[in-house]
């Protein structure tokens, strides 16, 4: 039987949120998946992927918009094959602390798309980040990573056992 294929797809202005979906990536192949990881924007066809995690950097409380036109340009293909969501955001440890429930807009996309789940990751703010916001906020102390790479690989490990759950013959 051929292994499953998972499309990984991510938006991300500073690349942190890019590091997580690499992570996944690569607890999904230890699983035994076929897991592609790529920025949104850089996805033309999803006909060949049987699952779709979809993720986010989460800036002054919404998704960027590279994701949700993402969302927007497959909605169809997106309905028919199992879909899960994460956000990266918080620079804070509250992420880890318990889970976090996703922007308005995200809940109601992942409402739209039927998706499987979803899970709001903590962020990375350090030297180096583009825009005058993100420079205020260093100046603030307000940096710092706050990614669990133990705990975006357990979940991608959830995710396999589902999808290979899902397909074993009952
Ligand atoms: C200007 C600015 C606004 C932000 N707004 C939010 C926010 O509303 N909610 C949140 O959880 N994190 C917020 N963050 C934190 C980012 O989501 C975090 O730094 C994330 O890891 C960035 O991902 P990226 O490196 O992939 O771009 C903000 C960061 C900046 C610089």
Redesign the pocket.
Known sequence: MASLRVLVAYS???????EIASWIGAGLREQGLRADVAATEDVTDLSHYDAVVLGS?????RWRRSATSFARRHHHRLLRVPVWLFS????DPSATEGELPPTPGVARLAKRLGAEEHRTFG???TDG?G?F??GQ?LREKMGGDFRNQQEVRAWSGDIASRLVSEREPI
Not at 12 to 18: E, F, I, L, P, Y
Not at 57 to 61: D, I, K, N, T
């Open positions: 991300s202005k500073n690349q942190s949120t890019a950097a989460v800036y002054v409380g990266s955001g918080p620079l962020g990375r703010l980040a825009g916001l993100a906020m």
